[in-house]
């Protein structure tokens, strides 16, 4: 009974989601990695469908503030060989500028986020994009964690500060 009504859920929500203006890319992610899209309230996003930037493929994106801040989510599938911890530390390397004069700061998130994002691990970065990833002065990526399910890395590219709300959470 309960495998019947997670079914239904799932299918109503796919079916709000492609009414309410989501790609259908994004709909099939969310409904994959069992997340939940948290819309900001401020602001009518612009969606945007899968791709890459240089060195973070993506599974959909979404522009905010008429394109001085860019979101873009990249998930992956839990499986047996899959440690969080490494995969961002390397991941941030990847993105994160070379120069020697500028900080990654990394944070380990607190239990309310882990609560409002619905999450087993969770952990933020903030720090300098390559100048290859766009005329963006600010990445920040905060990476959420399932234990059966995935990863969701959620990476913010701002041109100026910004202030970053959870869009993602693992369903219940």
Known sequence: ?????????????????????????MSNTLVAMQLEYLQPVEQAPNFIPSGEVKYFNYNFGIELDEGNTLVLVQTRKDDSNY????MIS???ATLATNDQD???????????????????????????P????????????KSIYKEGIGVANILYL?????NVQPILRFSN
């Open 1 to 25: 009974m309960r495998k019947y009504t997670l079914i239904l859920c799932l299918l109503i929500s796919t079916i709000s989601w492609s009414q309410s203006g989501i790609p259908k890319n």
């Open 102 to 128: 500028v900080e990654i700061c990394m944070m380990q998130t607190n239990d309310n986020y882990l609560t409002e994002t619905n999450s087993d691990w969770a952990i933020e970065a903030l720090f300098t």
């Open 158 to 162: 701002a041109k100026s500060e910004i």
């Open 130 to 141: 390559k100048d290859n990833i766009g005329d963006y002065e600010i990445a920040y990526l």
């Open 90 to 92: 390397a991941l941030i």
């Open 83 to 86: 440690i969080p911890q490494v």
